[in-house]
DNA sequence: TTGTAAGCGTTATCAC
DNA sequence: GTGATAACGCTTACAA
């Protein structure tokens, strides 16, 4: 029952084969196709019984040209981190999944002075409807202006409220850092030493804020030899557990602001055999792989990042999913997961 | 300089456009920018600057259709590691950087028994030039055989050759794995266990080949309660752990065949007190993240991830990418890397 | 070496 | 409600 078109299976049947065998005009195919609603429900019923019969696929490409838009969406990241941009995919995957888009994935070099010369060169080309931004190139506003003078929609994703709600997906990073930090003061931690993110990321600045809170609360203050810079990766970790853990009088528990940098202190712990958590309690945040991997397990945040792809999916282009009201809150809570590398401190 | 379209900006320039301001016919434009030969040298030049003076970018969307095929290249994968997922995303990238094609990435879900009309959905619709399948899914043949159908290039990316050069690019899991565990012999080791990935998976039926040879060439042998089931989880090598080293005679070195599980190992290794790697040498397989989070820093196998991503897609579109010649063989080596889990045996 | 005419498969316009 | 007809921007015949 294929289109008579030759070889069997040789050619997709096309919108003229389906006119054709419901006994209407390529137009009013294209009607059913998208769903138009001035159309009789009995023509419908017989387009769409067309439709099934010959197994017709409408060709993207030639909608795209027609609708002058392609329909596909793009995921443009800095590979902040393997496993958050495979699961905020996931999240758009899963969102997108019975619709008629497509995800393009496009990494970015924030270091390159080309940057925003190449992304407007690809997004000239592939004419995406719309654009997700990940932290930390969420936070560039020419990116986002970029999109806006293309007219490509735009969400960005970030630690914090970066942009009006419609183009905006975040996490609380500050509120739950507070609270992984309030958990350690409740257990009897004075001494806490933190271990910052990179200079420039919001998402760094937001977790020291919400680590400064929860001192404040209690009272308590960051002594300037526990604070250590860092830039998210496992180097920095372990240089900052060297100088932290070399201190005459050193912390009883550090706040790493990623997982990475945790696991680096970790090591530096168990290499001056020191116990974790008896006498280092230790919390990451992304609740990565490596959270589990290693050994305590590792407390840590957990930020929904798969949600929050499917989030960013709704938000950037609800009209093509069911709808669904942007109404929600653009703000996702992150957890305070609680594993084995925290512990009230060992007696002085 | 823009088109003479009205409101700056608001349209991109087309084809037309170009062959006004050169003063040549369309088809002429199009000949250069599809790089056909027979042309004038003085043609493309007057060509060439008028497409520069508008800044014109060929529309994508209307080449796809005139084409009858889209300028992009899908990688299909069944996530089985986000490092893994990104690392070849990112060795396709590279390739594809300075040609016209995109990426599409599309997950699929082995488990499922829509997968293959879902691929196929997929493929219909977006009706890329190719398709990249990375493990365990490369390794259906009913998938390989659907692009063939459709007409949809492919290449299988595994752990040893899973079809004919032109459709495959491989690693050596078993020649490196051997030479690891040659390694674990000459330090001294005899009791040597092994923690396998999951059945089925060819990956998996590589890596314990190769850790056979390597016992067989020593006149060793695996003891049967030495070997431990697995699925590539951390989950996995936590049991293989607890079953191992509970044993009146545990082994003294432990190869798992992958990080996660080696991973699981060592956390069973410290939490029973055995010193890593002073009572009990552990190697993985990945080089993942993993692999130096944890401490010990694990001794594993580096797959050369990146590099077969961008290999495969040259393999898949070499005649979109300069033509790089496929003399190349579809195998690239991956190297055992030295760290601090693997070290002689305690004596006895 | 270059140009003309006819698609590619869909949607928009505007009658009916 | 529905259907001709003309786009959409490019390529492939086939001529010249």
Redo the contacts with the bound molecule.
């Keep these: 029952m294929r289109a008579n078109k030759g070889e069997p299976g040789s050619?997709?049947p096309?919108?003229?084969d389906v006119a054709a065998l419901a006994?209407?005009?390529?137009?009013?195919?294209?009607?059913v196709?998208?769903r138009s609603e001035?159309?009789?429900e009995?023509?419908?019923k017989a387009v769409q019984d067309a439709i099934e019969t010959l197994g017709?696929?409408?060709?993207p490409?030639?909608?795209a040209?027609?609708?002058?838009r392609n329909f596909l969406i793009a995921l443009l990241h800095d590979n902040p981190n393997a496993q958050t941009v495979l699961n905020f995919q996931q999240g758009v995957l899963d969102a997108i999944k019975d619709s008629d888009l497509a995800l393009l994935v496009r990494p970015v070099d924030r270091g390159s002075d080309r940057m925003l010369e190449d992304v407007r060169i690809f997004l000239e080309k592939q004419r995406p409807i719309g654009a997700m931004l990940l932290p930390p190139i969420s936070e560039n506003d020419a990116l986002a202006a970029l999109c806006s003078e293309l007219g490509v929609r735009y969400v960005r994703v970030g630690s914090a409220l970066l942009d009006d709600a419609v183009h905006c997906v975040s996490s609380n990073d500050r509120e739950v850092v507070a609270e992984a930090v309030r958990r350690l003061i409740g257990l009897g931690h004075r001494r806490i030493g933190f271990v910052r993110g990179p200079v420039g990321f919001r998402s760094a600045a937001e977790r020291e804020e919400g680590f400064h809170t929860a001192l404040r609360e209690a009272g308590l203050t960051l002594a300037p030899n526990h604070f250590a810079p860092g830039n998210y990766r496992y180097a920095a970790g372990v240089e900052a557990g060297e100088a932290l853990l070399s201190l005459a009088e050193p912390p009883t528990a550090v706040f790493c602001s990623n997982d990475e940098m945790a696991a680096g202190v970790m090591s530096v712990a168990h290499s001056k055999g020191l116990s974790v958590p008896g006498q280092l309690s230790i919390i990451g945040f992304d609740d990565s792989p490596t959270a589990t991997h290693i050994w305590p397990a590792l407390s840590t945040v957990r930020w929904p990042i798969r949600e929050m792809g499917a989030r960013a999916a709704r938000t950037l282009v609800p009209d093509f999913l069911d709808g669904t009201a942007i109404e929600e809150s653009p703000v996702l809570a992150s957890t305070f997961i609680e594993r084995q590398s925290v512990a009230a401190p060992a007696q002085p």
Tied chains: 1, 2.
């Design positions: 050619k997709q096309t919108i003229n006994g209407v005009s390529k137009k009013t195919v294209s009607r196709i998208n001035f159309i009789a009995k023509t419908r017709f696929v409408p060709n490409q030639a909608r040209l027609a609708f002058r």
